[in-house]
């Protein structure tokens, strides 16, 4: 058994860690860290957690994390484990961060979109993209990881099969995501008050969402050429939940049968990625709870475009629960361990 400390223990990112870890085989929570909230236990935030968490929150204190812990998840806002991950350099922790901060290799685009001082160069090079299912050799060997964001998740699972395998152009790809409150954090704002979201949609950051960089370096890295997309991000009013609906010029004359068969073995071996039959497409209440990642397909032969929805869960496959699939791998465990469970309906 190994021993888990989780840095920002008061976010969703870390009460899914918490949740998800509690049935894992290999991996028991030993810490949880806050620095706005050590010595307070964890229950008088989240009740749900009373007869499960016991220990009080602690202050980060990198010494006694060494000796205690294998694996850090750093569930911090941007700008946190850039600074903190560096302190683990001689020992043996395993570090998966799910901020923005090693996402990005060019720290002139991470001070660009984040707004923030990029990372040390030396840093941003030993970090492996997360991104389980197309980097999956990557992460057995890796010993930080950057888990990827949550849109990106969705955006790029959908779109890589079909971009790796040509059927579709660069040119122009258009990616139009919905969100639910929760992908905000729990730091309340006007924009994400019950007033404001409850009964409305509300488009947000166009043109500056931090998660076009990350979306737009990964497909170019695959497609060989710089690739721009659009991407557009909305809040809609559900507690959890995003779907991707990507439209994307089709290359070559192809039919939806052969994309799905396409995409059927593009991820064959690969469980929490499931593609939808012909005519049929996925919802996030499919996946709710889940590190599902659910794909539905259309060839629109009359505007000759490609059609993808692909839906997760924001806080599981976009976020805790990919940390743990990396986790597993990283570790030479079974990939679904602490994972395997069937979405919540409804």
Known sequence: MKNVAIIGGTGYGAIELIRLLHTHKHLQVKKIISHSQFGEHITSVYPHLTGFVEEPMEEFEVTSLIEEVDIVFFATPAGVAKE????????????IDLSGDLRLHSKEAYEKWYGKQAAPKELLN????????????QVKGAKIISNPGCFPTSALLGLIPALENKIITSNHIVIDGKTAVSGAGRTPTAS??????????????????????????????????????????????????????????????????????????????????????????????????????????HVDERTNQLIIASAIDNL??????????????MNGWEEAEGLDAIPIFP
């Open 84 to 95: 903190l991950i560096p302190k683990f350099a001689d020992s043996t922790v395993q570090c």
């Open 126 to 137: 030993q970090a492996v993209y997360g991104l389980t299912e197309i980097y999956h050799e």
């Open 192 to 297: 994400t008050h019950f007033s404001d979201t409850n009964e409305n949609i509300t488009p947000y950051k166009i043109g500056k969402h931090q998660h076009i960089p990350e979306i737009d370096q990964v497909l170019s890295k695959i497609a060989g050429d710089a690739i721009n997309t659009t991407f557009t991000t909305h809040l809609i009013p559900m507690t959890r939940g995003l779907i991707c609906t990507i439209y994307a010029e089709l290359a070559k004359e192809i039919s939806t049968e052969a994309v799905i068969d396409l995409y059927r073995t593009y991820y064959e071996k690969h469980r929490f990625v499931r593609i939808k039959e012909i005519g049929a497409f996925p919802t996030t209440k499919d996946v709710y709870g889940s590190n599902y990642c659910d794909i539905g397909l």
């Open 316 to 329: 599981v496959k976009g976020a805790a629960g990919q940390a743990i699939q990396n986790a597993n791998l």
